[in-house]
């Protein structure tokens, strides 16, 4: 054996350091879950619109599956380009008013994918340190200069744009709604940065997809027109899959560069057919994200009455920083043994020192719910003494 260096020693390293993860398999999906008989409320889910169950999307998924099989069978360059996936590129594009777009198998390789062609083998990126893990990785493998600028630090980027101009594309790359504080990011003062310096602007809308501008997204409810959107059919549409949007020369790039687009077998005819009914919902039912951000504003209020102190921040997700990996984890388990589902979330998924318990609100979750949960928030957290 590999004295020192063993699985099983790098397993207890992460054990000490109250980092180690592990799976739990649940029963279902989504806002609201019956574990062992009894009703458990799931503040872990992104199903931010209540579809993954929705029968609509299950029929579509159905039928998509009838007729085209369940696999894609090859990669889209290969034969595994369907009708479908020509349909949803052309339906995304609209919903977030680009020329066009591309499905990807998942939002992770969507960001892999345009990333790394933007940027090419000479970009300069510039990127916000809170940034999603599938971004970062992009500007890792785009090998291109990359440069982190401080969360939402406008002056920081500005400086940071002044001072590397030398190489090819300029990118600037932000989440829309930050998916772990549940901030928005200043798109419009990056698109305005991003214009006076020559840069293209991408905005990864996955948590504000479905949820703001009636559905189009947080820059679409600003008036922001990034050069670049990247998003997924993993959340508020309730489905599975990534795309990227763009103009149609930057999607015609894409089909031709990304290698996590041309190298990957092409996205499953269910997840085909139930995002293309997602989408369909959302349209007509363009009022449903804003319901939600009106319950996650009651939510907000409810918490802090009891005395957390939850940021005053748009979105419908909340953060409850514990600080300690081992206290957070420990809160999330005493809350599950309560009907309340809320994962830890722990280095590196966040900045050490700060594990929280993320909450994010579901159109599953009514009032009484969000009272219920509040309740057994506050108790528990008086309990850990952290309240
Ligand atoms: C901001 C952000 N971008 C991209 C992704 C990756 O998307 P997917 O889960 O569809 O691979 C996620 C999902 O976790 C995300 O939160």
């Given at each position: 054996?590999?004295?020192?260096?063993?699985?099983?020693?790098?397993?207890?390293g992460l054990e000490?350091?109250?980092?180690?993860?592990?799976?739990?398999?649940?029963?279902?999906?989504?806002?609201?879950?019956?574990?062992?008989?009894?009703?458990?409320?799931?503040?872990?889910?992104?199903?931010?619109?209540?579809?993954?169950?929705?029968?609509?999307?299950?029929?579509?998924?159905?039928?998509?599956?009838?007729?085209?099989?369940?696999?894609?069978?090859?990669?889209?360059?290969?034969?595994?380009?369907?009708?479908?996936?020509?349909?949803?590129?052309?339906?995304?594009?609209?919903?977030?008013?680009?020329?066009?777009?591309?499905?990807?198998?998942?939002?992770?390789?969507?960001?892999?994918?345009?990333?790394?062609?933007?940027?090419?083998?000479?970009?300069?990126?510039?990127?916000?340190?809170?940034?999603h893990a599938s971004?970062?990785?992009?500007?890792?493998?785009?090998?291109?200069?990359?440069?982190?600028?401080?969360?939402?630090?406008?002056?920081?980027?500005?400086?940071?744009?002044?001072?590397?101009?030398?190489?090819?594309?300029?990118?600037?790359?932000?989440?829309?709604?930050?998916?772990?504080?549940?901030?928005?990011?200043?798109?419009?003062?990056?698109?305005?940065?991003?214009?006076?310096?020559?840069?293209?602007?991408?905005?990864?809308?996955?948590?504000?997809?479905?949820?703001?501008?009636?559905?189009?997204?947080?820059?679409?409810?600003?008036?922001?027109?990034?050069?670049?959107?990247?998003?997924?059919?993993?959340?508020?549409?309730?489905?599975?899959?990534?795309?990227?949007?763009?103009?149609?020369?930057?999607?015609?790039?894409?089909?031709?560069?990304?290698?996590?687009?041309?190298?990957?077998?092409?996205?499953?005819?269910?997840?085909?057919?139930?995002?293309?009914?997602?989408?369909?919902?959302?349209?007509?039912?363009?009022?449903?994200?804003?319901?939600?951000?009106?319950?996650?504003?009651?939510?907000?209020?409810?918490?802090?009455?009891?005395?957390?102190?939850?940021?005053?921040?748009?979105?419908?997700?909340?953060?409850?920083?514990?600080?300690?990996?081992e206290a957070a984890?420990?809160?999330?388990?005493?809350?599950?043994?309560?009907?309340?589902?809320?994962?830890?979330?722990?280095?590196?998924?966040?900045?050490?020192?700060?594990?929280?318990?993320?909450?994010?609100?579901?159109?599953?979750?009514?009032?009484?719910?969000?009272?219920?949960?509040?309740?057994?928030?506050?108790?528990?957290?008086?309990?850990?003494?952290?309240?």
């Amino acid at each position: 054996m590999y004295a020192g260096n063993s699985f099983e020693d790098e397993i207890a390293g992460l054990e000490e350091e109250g980092l180690r993860r592990k799976l739990a398999a649940l029963p279902g999906a989504g806002g609201k879950l019956t574990i062992d008989g009894s009703e458990v409320l799931n503040f872990s889910s992104n199903d931010y619109l209540n579809l993954a169950n929705d029968p609509r999307l299950k029929d579509s998924a159905k039928a998509a599956v009838e007729r085209y099989g369940c696999g894609a069978t090859a990669s889209r360059l290969m034969a595994g380009d369907l009708i479908l996936h020509e349909e949803l590129d052309m339906r995304l594009a609209g919903l977030v008013h680009q020329q066009a777009a591309l499905v990807f198998p998942s939002g992770f390789q969507a960001n892999l994918g345009a990333i790394t062609t933007l940027a090419a083998k000479d970009g300069i990126i510039f990127s916000d340190e809170l940034n999603h893990a599938s971004i970062v990785d992009g500007c890792r493998l785009a090998r291109a200069q990359v440069h982190i600028f401080r969360h939402c630090d406008l002056d920081h980027l500005e400086g940071l744009l002044q001072t590397h101009q030398r190489g090819g594309r300029k990118i600037i790359v932000s989440d829309g709604v930050f998916s772990m504080d549940g901030d928005l990011a200043p798109v419009s003062a990056l698109r305005q940065l991003a214009d006076r310096h020559g840069a293209y602007l991408l905005i990864d809308e996955a948590h504000a997809l479905g949820v703001f501008g009636r559905g189009a997204g947080l820059c679409a409810e600003l008036g922001v027109k990034p050069d670049v959107v990247v998003a997924n059919m993993t959340k508020a549409l309730g489905s599975g899959g990534g795309f990227v949007a763009g103009s149609r020369d930057f999607i015609d790039l894409l089909i031709n560069k990304a290698r996590s687009f041309i190298f990957s077998t092409g996205l499953a005819p269910a997840c085909l057919g139930s995002a293309l009914k997602a989408v369909e919902i959302v349209e007509a039912e363009p009022e449903l994200g804003a319901e939600l951000l009106r319950r996650a504003k009651f939510l907000r209020g409810l918490l802090n009455e009891k005395g957390f102190d939850i940021p005053d921040e748009a979105s419908q997700i909340v953060p409850m920083v514990i600080g300690s990996n081992e206290a957070a984890v420990e809160m999330s388990g005493a809350l599950l043994e309560r009907g309340v589902l809320i994962t830890a979330v722990r280095p590196p998924s966040v900045p050490d020192g700060t594990a929280r318990l993320r909450l994010s609100i579901t159109l599953a979750h009514d009032e009484g719910d969000l009272h219920r949960a509040t309740e057994v928030m506050a108790a528990i957290a008086l309990e850990a003494g952290v309240l």
